[in-house]
């Protein structure tokens, strides 16, 4: 996140255009979660929740990630970032 700004930018609306902000530092989110348990269908619900979430623009971070254990070797790790889209 130090090395790359677009990894700490986020976005505020003035006069109706967005307009970056790019910060010192922004936590970068990471999660992690034993899915040991779960049944394949209950961990490709989880991924597509998760992919699915909604970024919030204002405070970020724009960009997600997620490690879920399987078994003791395996795991699934579901990266997501938001990317500013603008029709002018």
Known sequence: MRR??????TFVEIDGAPFQRIHADLPPFFHYQDAAAWTE???????????ARP??????????????RRVDHEHVMLAVAHHMNRLV
């Open 4 to 9: 790359h700004a677009a990894l700490r930018t």
């Open 41 to 51: 269908t209950e961990l490709r619900q989880e991924l597509n929740r998760e992919a």
């Open 55 to 68: 970024f919030d623009l204002v405070t970020g971070p724009l960009f997600r990630a997620s490690v879920y």
